[in-house]
């Protein structure tokens, strides 16, 4: 079992700057990927960017944020984080991480609680 516990959330004027953390606990060892997604009420949970959690690091993003996200990770904290950039109203959703594990096969994925983001025009 892999437990996400997301800090870094608050409110924000459009154009600032906020920084999300993602510390994982328990059976870390398992995870392969880990990521971020966001939700808005009414609609389906998006990827925005996630990371491999390998000595490549390959990461992705969604075409809404990139150039103003950036996903990193501190494997000895066991900890990934998203800094985000240039905020827009429309980046207002709940955050939640996401942890990814291989290890038996399918991936089986693993999810924090959440944490709210919002942007003011």
């Known amino acids: 079992q892999v437990q996400l516990v997301e800090s870094g959330g608050g409110l924000v004027q459009a154009g600032g700057s906020l920084r999300l953390s993602c510390a994982a606990s328990?059976?870390?060892?398992?995870?392969?990927?880990m990521g971020w997604y966001r939700q808005t009420p009414g609609k389906q949970r998006e990827l925005v960017a996630t990371?491999?959690?390998?000595?490549?690091?390959?990461?992705r993003y969604a075409d809404s944020v990139k150039g103003r996200f950036t996903i990193s990770r501190d494997n000895a904290k066991n900890t990934v984080y998203l800094q985000m950039n240039s905020l827009k109203p429309e980046d207002t959703a709940v955050y939640y991480c996401?942890?990814?594990?291989?290890?038996?096969?399918?991936?089986?994925?693993?999810w924090g609680q959440g944490t709210q983001v919002t942007v003011s025009s």
């Open positions: 990371i491999a959690i390998s000595s490549g690091g390959r990461t």
């Open positions: 996401n942890a990814l594990d291989y290890s038996l096969g399918p991936a089986l994925p693993y």
């Open positions: 328990g059976s870390v060892f398992s995870i392969n990927a």
